[in-house]
């Protein structure tokens, strides 16, 4: 499987390396890291995530206040947001419902 990310999880996913990187290069790198390791979870078990329901999942990037929120599709993965636990809840509802989901 592939993972894709729509562009705002990946702006999400810049913002929070951005945030991280400015107090520490080595946290930055770890949260990377985690979500690395979290995407090969998906990849390796797309069904492992807890399930939002409409064929969504959410799966919290360990040690990190993070989920990668996505959908399996076909042969793809498609990450949805990055979504912080306390910060905008829901932002990426928005983003189901705009998505083109075709590959």
Sequence with gaps: MNIRYLPG?????????????????????RFANAVRAEERTIRDFPEIAYSLGSNLRILRVTKFPYSLVYRPIEDDILIIAVAHHKRRPGYWKSRVHNANFAN
Excluded: I, K, M
């Design 9 to 29: 999880a990946l702006g999400d996913l810049n913002e929070a390396l951005t945030y991280y990187y400015e107090r520490s290069p080595n946290v930055a790198q």
